[in-house]
T-cell receptor, first 116, second 112 residues
Framework: EAEVAQSPRYKITEKSQAVAFWCDPI?????LYWYRQILGQGPELLVQ????????DSQLPKDRFSAERLKGVDSTLKIQPAELGDSAMYLC??????????????FGEGSRLTVL | GDSVTQMEGPVTLSEEACLTI???????????LFWYVQYPGEGLQLLLK?????DKGSNKGFEATYRKETTSFHLEKGSVQVSDSAVYFC???????????FGAGTRLAVHP
């Protein structure tokens, strides 16, 4: 069964360091999402890609976060410099758009970030 | 803006008990409604959905009915199992913002 792949599963870093997360969506899925899930809360959308284009990054803290999906397939989310408040689970999801976005997303297992 | 309110957890039940997790939302228009589930150590996965008023979504013994008049989408199961222990997220799809809006999640713990 096709899955969304994410790495690393766990990352511990010190504040002010740089960190990067990678996501490979299900083959053929045009839409890719990065969510942040703080412990005890629901996921919050950081950025949404349609192919290689950003369609929504309104909640992405652009002073320290960046995301790219250069060839419209896999994607990287970067944080530089990391802050204590960035400790969270970073979830990648993808969906197959056909006639518009339907809300049916396939999620990876997530990358848990701990900033010390 | 669009939002969703879920019943606070944790919800602790004995096996074979009945489950209801309340969910209400505010949204522009008539959004599609979803329940996602997150089992321990795993990513979120779609549990069920409903796309229009009075639709009933169902899967794995869980059901939820799209109630337009009360803007609710409560999750129900008649007899829970230990394997249902997970965090459940209600999520309307906001057509105005073109994205899912997740609730805070409700943790369910089922004991033998």
């Amino acid at each position: 069964e096709a899955e969304v792949a994410q790495s690393p599963r766990y990352k511990i870093t010190e504040k002010s360091q740089a960190v990067a997360f990678w996501c490979d969506p299900i083959s053929g899925h045009a839409t890719l999402y990065w969510y942040r899930q703080i412990l005890g809360q629901g996921p919050e959308l950081l950025v949404q890609f349609q192919d290689e284009s950003v369609v929504d990054d309104s909640q992405l803290p652009k002073d320290r976060f960046s995301a790219e999906r250069l060839k419209g397939v896999d994607s990287t989310l970067k944080i530089q410099p990391a802050e204590l408040g960035d400790s969270a689970m970073y979830l990648c999801a993808s969906s197959f758009n056909w006639g518009g976005n339907t809300g049916e997303l396939f999620f990876g297992e997530g990358s848990r970030l701990t900033v010390l | 803006g669009d939002s969703v309110t879920q019943m606070e957890g944790p919800v602790t039940l004995s096996e074979e008990a009945c489950l209801t997790i309340n969910c209400t939302y505010t949204a522009t228009g008539y959004p599609s409604l979803f329940w996602y589930v997150q089992y321990p150590g795993e990513g979120l996965q779609l549990l069920l959905k409903a796309t229009k008023a009075d639709d009933k979504g169902s899967n794995k013994g869980f059901e939820a009915t799209y109630r337009k008049e009360t803007t609710s989408f409560h999750l129900e199961k008649g007899s829970v199992q230990v394997s249902d222990s997970a965090v459940y997220f209600c999520a309307p799809f906001s057509g105005g913002y073109n994205k899912l809006i997740f609730g805070a999640g409700t943790r369910l713990a089922v004991h033998p």
